[in-house]
């Protein structure tokens, strides 16, 4: 799920983003890759496409 800040909650999957935990990045639907964060204490990756976001119409 999508935070209100443009985020991909920890563990959560949104539907249309795909996770490529091998090669450390997240695509959200409409094409925009972003990196994966540094792996934290949990194991938790996270990943903030904001900054791609603005004007997508989607």
Do not use: Y
Request: hydrophobic content about 35%; some cysteine; proline content about 3%.
């Amino acid at each position: 799920m999508i935070n209100s800040k443009g985020c991909l909650r920890r563990r959560e999957r949104a539907d249309g983003f795909r996770i490529d935990a091998a090669a450390g990045t997240a695509t959200c639907p409409a094409g925009h890759t972003a990196s994966l964060g540094q792996v934290k204490a949990d194991g938790a990756r996270t990943t903030q496409f904001k900054h791609l976001c603005a004007d997508c119409p989607l």
